[in-house]
Nanobody, 115 residues
Framework: QVQLVESGGGLVQAGGSLRLSCTASGRDFSRNAMGWYRQAPGKQRELVAIMDSGGAINYADSVKGRFTISRDNTKNTVALQMNSLKPEDTAVYFC?????????WGKGTLVTVSS
């Protein structure tokens, strides 16, 4: 059974930082992409950052220069360091892992940024 478990969400003031972590189990994702999406109230889920197995990274324009994605393939984990947070970053953040045509999702962790 595949599971993706996120941690690290919470409430932070604008300008602050948070670090999200995701641990995957049930599959070895080291040869596949892993990343983060988010969904704000009333909006569609959107890509935040994703890293493929070769280390290539794609960031949403809105987070470039503020967020950093990293992964540890030996531990099947992916992390998202979020700095200079803004109220518009408030959303539920979901861990995502792609496995040969299948997309797996975590349950999400809430990030709230107060102004």
């Amino acid at each position: 059974q595949v599971q993706l478990v996120e941690s690290g969400g919470g409430l932070v003031q604008a300008g602050g930082s948070l670090r999200l972590s995701c641990t995957a189990s049930g599959r070895d994702f080291s040869r596949n992409a892993m990343g983060w999406y988010r969904q704000a109230p009333g909006k569609q889920r959107e890509l935040v950052a994703i890293m493929d197995s070769g280390g290539a990274i794609n960031y949403a324009d809105s987070v470039k220069g503020r967020f950093t994605i990293s992964r540890d393939n030996t531990k099947n984990t992916v992390a998202l360091q979020m700095n200079s947070l803004k109220p518009e970053d408030t959303a539920v953040y979901f861990c995502n892992a792609y496995y040969y045509g299948l997309n797996y999702w975590g349950k999400g962790t809430l990030v709230t940024v107060s102004s």
